[in-house]
């Protein structure tokens, strides 16, 4: 009989991969950990029932989330990641010319541990001498920054969604957004996932709302993920200063997904978004 992983992408429509192999599971202090390898996608991450990142399109995401900001800062010496555990955003981050100190604050560690031992591919860069891991929560990191001259001139939320009790939750707040505008330099930029629009729009208009009070300019791009419901993904920035829709700087290396016109493309919005975010923007007023 095959066995199947479902997560529902709503009360009317499921995503189903088909399990070749069960891996890896355990619960820990933070979320339930599964590892499975799927026909379609080989190994795969699934966080309390939710899939997380799979070897076959991890690229798309990842390359997406690092490139897009990192290209369009003139100069980003300093990158601070939060969530990120399973590696895969950091190592697309260290290929960017001129970054020299980056810091990951991973609230569990055995995502850390879990990635290391079946996604090598993911963790290739984990001990870069340029990456420092922190284990913690990352609104409570950002909170203590408020006191250090610590500051980055990219930050980028790489953590799982805000939906359900999980504590990807407290990275979704007006709270976190004012802190993390805190721990910018000037000019500095930061980016977070914003789901997928035709499930969760209220995500995209709750952060697009109140980023947009915070920050002098706030973007939404997206790109197609296919293992995340309805295969379209938003990202929403904060810039104190860059526009993110142009890039200002090309990668030395190659890329499975980013490209220049890559880049331009994704800020261009189809009508159906950009009407999705005016109206829930007025709905979280
Ligand atoms: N790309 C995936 C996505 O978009 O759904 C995210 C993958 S990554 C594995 C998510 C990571 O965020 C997890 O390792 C989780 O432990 C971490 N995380 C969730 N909430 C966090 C928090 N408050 N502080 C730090 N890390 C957090």
Redesign the pocket.
């Known amino acids: 009989m095959s066995l199947w992983f479902v997560e529902s992408a709503s009360s009317g429509h499921k995503l189903e991969w088909k399990i070749r192999r069960e891996v890896y599971s355990t619960q820990s202090a ?2 339930h950990i599964r590892v499975v390898e799927t026909e379609q996608f080989g190994m795969a ?1 699934i ?1 309390d029932g939710i899939m ?2 799979t070897m076959g399109d991890e690229f798309i ?1 990842h390359e997406m989330l690092a490139f897009v900001p990192l290209l369009s800062h003139p100069a980003p010496k300093r990158v601070l990641i ?5 590696g895969g955003l950091s190592r697309e981050v260290l290929k960017v010319p001129g970054v020299e100190h980056v810091v990951m ?4 560690p055995i ?1 850390v541990d879990v990635a290391k031992r079946y996604f090598p591919h993911h963790t290739e860069s984990l001990n870069d001498s340029r990456l420092h891991i922190v284990f913690e ?3 409570a990191f950002l909170k203590s920054q408020a006191h250090t001259p610590e500051k980055f001139d990219v930050i980028l939320v ?4 805000p939906e359900g009790d ?3 939750q ?2 979704y707040t007006s709270a976190f957004h004012a802190d993390v505008k805190n721990a910018l330099n000037p000019g500095g930029i930061y980016v977070q ?1 914003t789901g997928a629009p035709f499930y969760n729009p209220e995500v995209l208009g709750m952060v697009t709302e109140d980023v947009g009070k915070k920050f002098p300019l706030c973007q939404t791009y997206w790109a197609t993920v296919p293992t995340y419901p309805g295969g379209i993904f938003t990202f929403t920035a904060g810039s104190l200063g860059p526009d993110l829709s142009q890039p200002i700087r090309t990668l030395p290396c190659e890329t499975q997904w980013y490209t220049p016109d890559i880049h331009r493309l994704a800020f261009a919005l189809p009508p159906y978004l950009k009407n999705l975010i005016r109206t829930e923007i007025k709905a979280t007023r």
């Open positions: 933070f979320q991450l966080l997380q990142t995401y939060i969530g990120g555990g399973d604050v991973e609230i569990d995502v929560d990352g609104a790489d953590s799982t969604d999980g504590p990807g407290f990275l996932h």
